[in-house]
């Protein structure tokens, strides 16, 4: 006999910080609210992502989600209510046998991940645990934050190719030190950069971070760099990319679109090569195309000693990370809940990762809601390393505050990931 059953599901479209609309999803055990979600939501999305399902029509452009809602309202529901919420595996299970198709096309993924979701809260709430907690007894490490501070690509209005510039305060003591530290440089970074590229630059981008009209990538570097050079933390900081190369990537001739020049892999991997020779750069993400399985090992070679992450190359996909695995492509995963679709499927690829010897590094979507739930994710994974934005805007600081909290409950059985972000445990 169950001990804890599901009584109702119940979701709802909500709006994302773009405006964007997505799902909600309440869940409901013994007749009380216990667990509530929101799915996020990408704009640079892989090719092979779990399937967004969307209205179409004119209404919200197109983007609202009624089919998914009335798919968790009616069929999901339906399926679950009477299960007990803390089987998560086998509700996971359920809801994927029960949408049939390999890429959740039928129900839609964000129907099913935000069920997926509030039912991992429920169960929490019910059992009286923290998420993080409930999901992990041996829960205890504290992300370094990768702070997008200055943002191209698709999350900008400006011309930088690269998608994000990231800062990781990798030297500080602890998490809140290291959200201090951020957020020191941030306010150094904004008045400098609007001094030297006028007022617009310091706009944010989607993922909060500054939009300086800037081709160079050196120069957005530099910019950062000197940022980070008046805070007096240098010594403590290093530094991150998100190329998002699949969007900089023509199918047709097999080149890529950097500054403005066109570059062949081998020339990337060289661009790359001489990068990393003069910042203290530690790690690049989808620095080449989601296909090239064998151009994402070559680089790993050559860039030996820098983590090299997988975004749209593994999309929270056990089986494209097992095929990366086989080839070496890449030493750290980007993982994403809603690439995939359940927090089951999602923690099998992490497993999967850290046992391989490759790192995980949790990630926002640019379009977030004000749920904190990736927050809890990172810890309860032990996982080391989170990105979600710049320290502005309440869908990005949701999820740093949350850490504070964290931090706060685990007293000294805390852990600074720090200078091990890719193997903290
Ligand atoms: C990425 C992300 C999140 P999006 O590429 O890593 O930072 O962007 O959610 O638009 O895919
Ligand atoms: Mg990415």
Partial sequence: MPQHKISAIKAREIIDCRGTPTVQVDVWVDG??????????????????????????????????????????????????????TEQRSIDRDMVALDGTPNKSHLGANAILGVSLAVARAAAATLDLPLYRYLNSEAHVLPVPMMNLINGGKLSSNDLCF????????????????????????????????????????????????????????????????????????????????????????????????????????????????????????SIEDPLQEDDFEGFAEITRALRGIQIIGDDLFVTNKDRLAQGLVSNSANSVLWKVNQIGTLTEAMETATMAFRNGYGVCVSERSGETEDPMIADLVVALNGGQIKTGAPVRSERTAKYNRLLQIEEELGSAATYAGRAFRRPV
């Fill in 32 to 85: 009380v609210l216990r667990g509530r979600a929101d799915v996020p939501s990408g704009r640079s999305t892989g090719s092979y992502e779990a399937y967004e399902l969307r209205d179409g029509g004119t209404r919200y452009g197109g983007f609202g989600v009624q089919k998914a809602v009335a798919n968790v309202n009616a069929i999901i529901a339906d399926a679950l209510t009477g299960k007990d919420v």
């Fill in 163 to 282: 998608q994000e510039f990231i800062m990781m305060p990798v030297g500080a003591a602890s998490f809140s030190e290291a959200l201090r530290m951020t957020a020191e440089i941030n306010a150094i970074l904004r008045p400098m950069t609007a001094e030297r590229y006028g007022k617009l630059a310091i706009n944010v981008g989607d993922e909060g971070g500054v939009v300086p009209p800037i081709v160079d990538v050196r120069e957005a570097l530099d910019l950062l760099c000197e940022a980070v050079a008046r805070s007096g933390y240098a010594e403590h900081i290093v530094y991150a990319f998100d190329c998002a190369a699949t969007h900089l990537y023509d199918k047709a001739t097999s080149r890529y679109s950097f500054e403005g020049r066109s570059l062949t892999r081998d020339e990337v991997i060289r661009f790359f090569e001489k990068l990393v020779s003069e910042y203290p750069i530690v």
